[in-house]
């Protein structure tokens, strides 16, 4: 992969289901285990990853007053207990090909 390039980080989210069937994320744990606080959800809307790839539901939230967006990619075998994953477009460092 290029540097600059993006691709998908799966990530656990901690996740606030409303009775009105809404899922609104609430927190992020990154792949080294830090957790970052969602400040907000701004809007939620079917989209395609651009970046990385991939089809979901896009998630425009805030964290720590920055803009962001976080992917839940759904399942697409109706049996299956998982119904999902969540999903960040990350780029590939300049530090990881010198």
């Known amino acids: 992969m290029l540097p600059g390039a993006a691709f998908k980080v799966y990530v656990n989210v ?3 289901h409303t009775t009105e069937g809404l899922m609104l ?3 992020i744990v990154w792949e080294d285990g830090l957790k ?3 400040d907000r959800v701004i ?3 079917p989209a395609y990853a651009a970046k ?3 089809q979901g539901d896009r998630y425009t939230i805030q964290v720590n007053g920055a803009r962001t967006y976080l992917y839940f990619e759904r399942s697409t075998n109706p049996t ?3 119904i999902g994953r969540w999903f960040v ?3 590939v ?3 990881e090909f010198l």
């Open 14 to 16: 901690f996740v606030e």
């Open 80 to 82: 299956d207990t998982k």
């Open 52 to 54: 990385a790839g991939g």
């Open 93 to 95: 460092p300049l530090k």
């Open 25 to 27: 994320p609430r927190t």
């Open 89 to 91: 477009e990350r780029k």
């Open 36 to 38: 970052y606080d969602i």
């Open 43 to 45: 809007d939620i809307r």
